[in-house]
């Protein structure tokens, strides 16, 4: 008899599961998306880990209430309208 074979999990949805599970490396992840953005070629990058790191702290509306600023602003610095390369916000 065949196994049933598992439904795999998402890349993003690891990563996500990996930040909130363990916050010192979160942290590091932090570090290293905000030397990102000093480089025009990897600001993308960069904007993807952070936006990466909201969502695994409660998504962006959490993350802009807690630092004071608008929703709509963290979300449009975090997408292509506001950084054309980046893909979509799936959180906006």
Known sequence: MKQPV???VSHHEREVEELRADRE??????KAAMQ????PQ?????????????EAYGG???V????????EAL??????????SLK????C
Not at 36 to 39: F, K, N, S, V
Not at 42 to 54: D, E, P, V, Y
Not at 64 to 71: F, L, N, T
Request: one cysteine or more.
């Open 64 to 71: 802009a209430e807690q630092a004071g600023i608008s929703r």
């Open 25 to 30: 490396m979160a942290v590091e992840y932090l």
């Open 36 to 39: 990102e953005l000093d480089d």
């Open 88 to 91: 979509p916000c799936w959180q």
């Open 60 to 62: 962006l509306g959490t």
């Open 42 to 54: 990897h600001r993308a990058a960069g904007l993807l880990a952070l936006r990466t790191i909201a």
């Open 6 to 8: 598992q439904a795999s």
């Open 75 to 84: 979300c449009q610095s975090l997408s292509p309208k506001g950084n054309p």
